[in-house]
């Protein structure tokens, strides 16, 4: 989607400099002013997008016709993950939204996500290389409705809940991958979540104590 056609832009971009002969810091600067322009046109469609669901700008607050706020609490229970909201929160309040969030022991934590009582949560699914019928748990309707179950989101999708049904169901590899990209393609389109940060590597410490001695 978005994140395709920006790479695609900006591979475009670098090449067609390259190509001209501009040099590494011309592309750099003409990347770092795509990444200004796409973060403005982001922007001011998610600004538009909130003006024609009816939540309007009035002395700086994103308001319903009521002059209600629009309010956000973000439920959390680690401090190590203040410094990761923090950045969407701003930028949510930029919006004109009354974000915050919410630091709780953890039994209360579980209590408030087993009841789904809370507006945005973070959570970590890891999912299996050949997915099956976790996937129920995961975003099947029957699961939105139990109290303790791992729909977080709520996601209650007829179309959603056949996807995973036919993920189940594939009696091959190239079924179970059509299938799990179609489930992935929905799921993404719901907006159900919103991503916090990727990394390819993990940090591993350890102490190396054994050696040769030295001859």
Known sequence: GGLALYLAAAAVLCLGLTVLGFGPNWVTLAVLALNVFVGFAATNLQRWALDQAGWTIRNGKRVNYNGEQMKL???????????INAPFIKNL????IDASMRMVDPAQYQRR??????DITTQRYVMR????VELRSYFGSDAAKMDGSLNLAGISDPAVDVLVERVIAAKNREELTTAARALDRVLRAGHYWVPHWYKASN?????DKFSRPET
Do not use: H, V
Request: avoid cysteine; charge should be negative; charged fraction near 20%.
């Open 129 to 132: 290389n050949t997915p099956g």
């Open 93 to 96: 309040q930029l919006l004109g």
């Open 203 to 207: 940090n591993i410490a350890y102490w």
């Open 73 to 83: 609490e973000i439920l959390n229970f680690e401090p190590a993950f203040e410094r």
């Open 113 to 118: 996500t087993k009841s789904f009582d809370f």
